[in-house]
């Protein structure tokens, strides 16, 4: 079995957005000290368009251009390290600014969807240059941010045109009627990967883009019970290394995730890092699967849930890949 292991490289969204320190740099050194010597290959979804923002007031602010040096710095050692770097597009950057202090974070354009075609294009063309700049022609795919990818059609042309012909946003059966995030994969293929063209949920033999997905799981009310009652009375052990505040969603979002089972990714954020040995017989179940394709956020990581996934790649036998060895092998 061969295991994908993506991180989204971000910040948080809310009224404070934390430090690179604590929501990047700190996390994923604990990671690989505890999963390094396994040989795991780390795959990292960069929100780009926070880079050129960081880049762009640089001159401003003494400490926006020590973030950004350390950050350059942190992705060119992960890069010499076998590590990958893809497209992650985070646009309401470019509505915020920082105040000298903190970032005032903006989100009523959050989604891609919110910009103009000519906007969309320079925003997929900007992003991909930067992260270029670091890791070298090596970008090729590329994530949503806040899994907000559909209509696909709107933003396909400007993908194909930078080069970027693998999407791995979706994981199936997950959905979300929060009109900020809003995404629908419920009728997405359950497998390893396919192509389609303008519709991700609609498999294509000759699709110009080859969706490779995250790995899902049914999770029942329990998960998102614990996982409250762990961030409010969890200790030292189950507290995120990000010291930000995270972005929330509309009130019947955790609802339906309190109240019945849903679909949800399958994640080593937090208390999920409990659920990888569930997830991966529901997913074994699948048969004639040889992906399994887990994903987080290291602002969002705790020292339990490294130990967690620590413990579950020491318990089963897995060839650790990233998007570059896909590529290579042509297993897409």
């Not at 390893?192 to 029942?220: C, K, L, M, Q």
């Amino acid at each position: 079995m061969k295991l994908l292991f993506s991180l989204d490289y971000e910040l948080f969204f809310g009224a404070n957005t934390g430090t690179v320190e604590k929501c990047l740099l700190a996390p994923l050194t604990a990671l690989l000290d505890r999963i390094g010597k396994k040989g795991v290959k780390l795959s990292l979804f960069v929100d780009a368009i926070f880079l050129l923002r960081i880049r762009a007031q640089a001159e401003k602010s003494p400490r926006l251009q020590h973030d950004y040096d350390k950050i350059r710095n942190h992705l060119g050692s992960l890069t010499k390290n076998g590590h990958d770097i893809q497209l992650h597009l985070h646009p309401h950057w470019l509505d915020s600014h920082f105040d000298g202090n903190i970032w005032q974070v903006e989100t009523k354009r959050y989604r891609l969807h919110d910009f103009t075609d000519q906007g969309i294009g320079e925003i997929v063309r900007s992003g991909k240059n930067i992260l270029s700049e670091i890791s070298g022609d090596s970008v090729f795919a590329f994530r949503g941010g806040g899994w907000c990818i559909q209509p696909f059609n709107k933003i396909a042309a400007p993908l194909l045109s930078e080069g970027i012909w693998l999407e791995s946003t979706v994981f199936p059966g997950g959905t979300s009627d929060d009109p900020t995030r809003w995404y629908d994969f419920q009728t997405a293929p359950n497998k390893d990967y396919w192509r389609f063209t303008d519709d991700p949920n609609h498999e294509e033999d000759s699709g110009s883009f080859v969706e490779v997905p995250i790995s899902s799981f049914s999770a029942g009310p329990l998960l998102f019970w614990r996982m409250a009652l762990a961030r409010k009375f969890g200790g030292s052990h189950h507290r995120p290394f990000g010291d930000g505040v995270t972005m929330t969603a509309n009130s019947e979002y955790y609802l339906r995730r309190l109240t019945s089972r849903t679909r949800s990714v399958v994640s080593i954020d937090g208390l999920k890092a409990d659920t990888l040995n569930e997830a991966y017989q529901q997913n074994m179940l699948r048969g004639n699967n040889e992906l399994f394709h887990v994903m987080g956020h290291p602002k969002s990581l705790t020292r339990y849930s490294i130990t967690k996934f620590g413990d579950f790649i020491d318990a089963n036998s897995f060839e650790f890949i990233t998007f570059q060895d896909l590529k290579t092998l042509k297993v897409v």
